[in-house]
């Protein structure tokens, strides 16, 4: 399948519709205006790609409201370049919006199906983020530091491995807060050992969870 014109031109309506809900930085919304939106969501879906809103996508997981990436992606204050780490791969499009940012991105996510999918869509559209199938919890201690960590689940508390991988001066952008709700927070390693928070407001993201999935499949026994 290829991105027709007409697709192309509902990803820059949905970019000026960011904008006009208050996105202001002009990397994040040519990002949004390039990107094919309904590559990274069910065919059945597609109609609903370029509105702005949440959409399911497998293993009972959502692709983020668009305004949500937009705005998570402004905080990030991404300069290219910079090496940023993203949990919770999903459908890949958030690390689509960073890679056209010209981050150099790695990205993880607990499930297996959701790994794959989501490097298989990456790929085919030309982008090649560093994808790995994992424990966001644990981060990626092998390829430390990070100027940037972006949150896309809502851990229960603030993940400590996660803060020791951000480079001093860099900061981590999530949300954090109960199940039922979290405060966008930016979290900054100002020291090694000193860090500073500011909240960003509110949002319901889906939880964090602990561990991995594999790949299931459905066997005759
Ligand atoms: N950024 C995604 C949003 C996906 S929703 C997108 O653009 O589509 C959040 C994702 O975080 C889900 O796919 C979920 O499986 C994943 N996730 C939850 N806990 C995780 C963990 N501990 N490690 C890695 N991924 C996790």
Redesign the pocket.
């Known amino acids: 399948m290829t991105t027709t014109q007409s697709d192309n031109k509902k990803a820059q309506r949905l970019a000026r519709d960011l904008k006009r809900k208050g996105i202001k930085d002009e990397r994040v919304l040519a990002a949004i205006a390039q990107i094919p939106r309904e590559r ?1 969501i069910d065919e059945e879906l597609a109609e609903y790609a370029y509105l702005d809103r949440p959409l399911p ?1 497998e ?1 009972g ?4 409201q668009p305004y949500t ?1 937009a705005y998570q992606s402004q905080l990030l204050g991404l300069k290219p370049g910079e090496k940023v780490l ?10 689509a919006v960073l890679c056209e940012m010209e981050a150099d991105v790695y990205s ?4 297996q199906q ?1 790994y794959l999918s989501a490097k298989e869509t990456l790929n085919s559209l030309g982008y090649h983020p560093h994808l790995f199938h ?4 644990e981060g990626l201690p092998e390829h430390a530091p990070f100027d940037k960590i972006l949150l ?2 809502a851990p229960v508390e603030v993940p400590k491995k996660l803060l020791q991988q951000l480079r001093i001066g860099g900061w981590l952008v999530g949300p954090l807060g109960g199940r039922m709700g979290q405060k966008m927070t930016i979290i900054t390693r100002v020291s090694e050992e000193e860090f500073r928070e500011s909240e960003h407001g509110d949002f319901i993201f ?5 561990g991995i999935a594999m790949l299931t499949t459905k066997n005759c026994r």
């Open positions: 990274f996508i293993k997981q959502t692709i983020s990436v993203e949990v919770g791969t999903g459908s890949g499009y958030q690390a993880i996510e607990r499930y959701l994992g424990d966001g919890f896309t689940a889906v939880p964090m969870q602990k």
